[in-house]
Nanobody, 123 residues
Framework: QVQLVESGGGLVQAGGSLRLSCAAS??????MGWFRQAPGKEREFVAT????????NYTDSVKGRFTISRDNAENSLYLQMNSLKPVDTAVYYC??????????????????WGQGTQVTVSS
């Protein structure tokens, strides 16, 4: 089993920044990702990173504003969010794959999930 715990969410004004962290424990994880879910909407892909950190992918709406990174020595995943907009308001989830090492943008291809952290961007 893998346990994932997110932190770093909060309330920020539009144009501001937040850095989300995800601490992983348990079995070794391969690719990891960030997803988000706004009220009344489905969970959606935000960013993903390969096990080595070399390969990343982002949803178009966050490209140039968000940066995903990981520190394997610390078993941690991060999401630096800059130039935040009200539409970024959502619960943000950390996710990990344990069977296949390649990155994925699909919710159903991740095996483990954190409990989520709320990000609220005011206008």
């Amino acid at each position: 089993q893998v346990q994932l715990v997110e932190s770093g969410g909060g309330l920020v004004q539009a144009g501001g920044s937040l850095r989300l962290s995800c601490a992983a424990s348990g079995r070794t994880t391969y690719a990891m990702g960030w997803f988000r879910q706004a009220p009344g909407k489905e969970r959606e892909f935000v960013a993903t990173i390969s096990e080595t950190g070399i390969t990343t992918n982002y949803t178009d709406s966050v490209k140039g504003r968000f940066t995903i990174s990981r520190d394997n020595a610390e078993n941690s995943l991060y999401l630096q969010m800059n130039s935040l907009k009200p539409v970024d308001t959502a619960v943000y989830y950390c996710a990990a794959r344990s069977r296949i090492p390649t990155i994925s943008t699909r919710v159903d291809e991740y095996d483990y999930w954190g409990q989520g952290t709320q990000v609220t961007v005011s206008s």
